[in-house]
């Protein structure tokens, strides 16, 4: 058992900051500034306080405390998990090696880089999230967001006491960018492309966190399975909250898509819109679109950045250890998805080639997350068969609407049938969500912070928060 944090100090931690007055300077005087960056970019809506979870210790039973908080004094800590003394490294040219605890000179700038990508995702969603407050559909949604929005702060933090304990001065100049970049921002964007789409609506912010946080979990595997050992021990421990938005996303879905089933039983049409529901075929717009962008998260089907990563130990695979192979990869190959050009008539088609394994490693992750995906698209397709009707959703083709990797230069439908630039432009609309869709979407969006209260479009949830009722008063306004 270990000793739960100091809530006194002003930055709780299990990594004896204390013992590191520089660090602990150093981060002292990030702290105003996160906490100026949370006060312009992070939830708009006033509240008094929040029903949350803190995370205050790495215990297996026990890692959290709840309460009601003032979001203005939540406290950001950074935590570990417990460290391993016999661990090894499992993967790469380094393989059973003992792992590091100091940053090798030579994966200085990859490792610098990996970790300022991971940092940049957690502001970003918050920014992107500011102002669902405003238009929450019930009390108990209202204290998941917050709940979400909050430990994605505490995951920024995570990423800052790694840049600012490994990386001196260059690792402090991160820290400060990452609160200088901004979600959509023209001059400063973030850096991956699905943080700078909007999240304007609900139905968006459940697409998010069942889509791209996804992507955080398999990317959070593979950087748990990290050589450097207080990356992999920051992110076993940042996988442990990052359950609970995977959560929000799966059963906030599961919730809208109950209420579109039931309204169209009750009323025996496919039209809900008219009684207040999200129709079926908005909803698999918006999972074509979210889909899409956080396939683009994993990178390019091939890609030497990731052989280099994985041969140097700075990122394995999801679950490296129970992976039946050498470790190594060096001899080994993987059918990617690519654009085949067929030799004597140029004639392009989509198709898979064969490459070496270590270079097909984005598309060994993006295939697990894929796997993943679709056992929502199951659930969601049982809600609708055991409410009698025929209709399904499902997964677009890994073609459609990509920007990044073997896909970005070409248009596919849903179906992966390739199609030109122009039949895409005139097309788009049946798979995206159009501005008439979004506007419906958005026209929904009315508050519900009535205690016990749900708004029309989505069903309530099955289960409360922390063992209490959905009734619960988990906010109280400001
Ligand atoms: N948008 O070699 P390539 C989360 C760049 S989400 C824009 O094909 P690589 C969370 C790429 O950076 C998880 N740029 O790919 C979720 C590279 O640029 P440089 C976040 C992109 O490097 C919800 C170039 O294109 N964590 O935690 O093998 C809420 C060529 O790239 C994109 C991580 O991603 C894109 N989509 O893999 C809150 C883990 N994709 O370096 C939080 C850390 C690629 O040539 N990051 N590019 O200038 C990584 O492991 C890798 O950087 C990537 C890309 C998987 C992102």
């Not at 499992?90 to 030579?106: D, L, T």
């Not at 030497?304 to 039946?324: P, S």
């Not at 029309?456 to 306004?477: C, K, Q, S, T």
Request: hydrophobic share 35%; charged share 25%.
């Amino acid at each position: 058992m270990t000793t739960p944090a100091d809530y006194s100090e002003k930055i709780p931690n299990n990594v004896s900051l204390h013992e590191d007055r520089r660090l602990q300077r150093a981060l002292e005087s990030w702290q105003p500034d996160f906490l100026t960056w949370w006060d312009a970019m992070g939830p708009a809506l006033p509240t008094r306080d929040v029903y949350l979870r803190t995370a205050i210790s790495v215990d297996r039973e026990g890692w959290a405390q709840w309460d009601f908080v003032p979001m203005r004094d939540y406290r950001w800590g950074i935590f570990l998990a417990e460290r391993d003394p016999g661990r090894v490294i499992g993967f790469g040219e380094h393989k059973g090696e003992p792992v590091w605890h100091q940053v090798p000179g030579e994966y200085r700038s990859d490792l610098r880089r990996l970790l300022v990508v991971q940092g940049d995702t957690e502001p970003a969603s918050v920014e992107q999230q500011r102002f669902l407050g405003a238009t929450a559909p019930s009390l108990y949604d209202l204290r998941n967001l917050f709940q979400v929005n909050v430990e994605e702060g505490r995951h920024l933090w995570a990423m800052v006491y790694l840049l600012q304990a490994y990386f001196g001065r260059d690792g402090r100049d991160e820290a400060d960018e990452l609160l200088r970049r901004s979600s959509g921002s023209l001059e400063s964007p973030r850096i991956l492309g699905a943080f700078n789409e909007e999240t304007p609506d609900w139905l968006s912010f459940y697409m998010f966190t069942y889509f791209t946080d996804r992507d955080g979990k398999y990317q959070l595997g593979t950087l748990k399975e990290s050589a450097f050992d207080p990356l992999s021990r920051t992110c076993e421990f940042m996988l442990k909250e990052e359950a609970h938005h995977m959560m929000v996303g799966t059963t906030g879905i599961d919730r809208v898509v109950e209420r579109a089933a039931q309204v169209m039983v009750e009323n025996d049409t496919d039209d809900v819109a008219g009684h207040g529901a999200i129709p079926l075929p908005v909803i698999q717009k918006y999972v074509n679109f979210h889909y899409s962008v956080s396939l683009d998260l994993f990178g390019g089907e091939t890609s030497t950045n990731v052989a280099n990563y994985f041969t140097a130990g700075l990122k394995g695979r999801w679950l490296e250890d129970r992976r039946r192979d050498d470790h190594k990869l060096t001899d080994d190959s993987i059918m990617v998805d690519a654009v085949i050009v067929d030799a004597r008539t140029g004639e392009q088609s989509i198709g898979q080639t064969e490459v070496a394994a270590l270079t097909g490693l984005n598309t060994d992750l993006r295939r697990e997350y894929i796997a993943d995906c679709q056992s929502g698209v199951n659930r969601w397709n049982k809600l609708l068969e055991s409410a009698g009707l025929p209709h399904r959703l499902r997964l677009p083709h890994s073609a459609f609407n990509r920007k990044v990797g073997a896909f970005a230069a070409i248009e596919a439908t849903p179906d992966g049938e390739r199609i030109s630039a122009d039949e895409w432009q005139r097309r788009r609309g049946e798979w995206l969500p159009t501005d008439v869709d979004k506007t419906y979407v958005r026209s929904l969006m009315r508050p519900v912070h009535e205690r016990g209260k749900i708004a029309a479009w989505i069903a309530p949830p099955r289960h409360g928060i922390n063992g209490n009722p959905f009734d619960y008063e988990y906010v109280h306004l400001g």
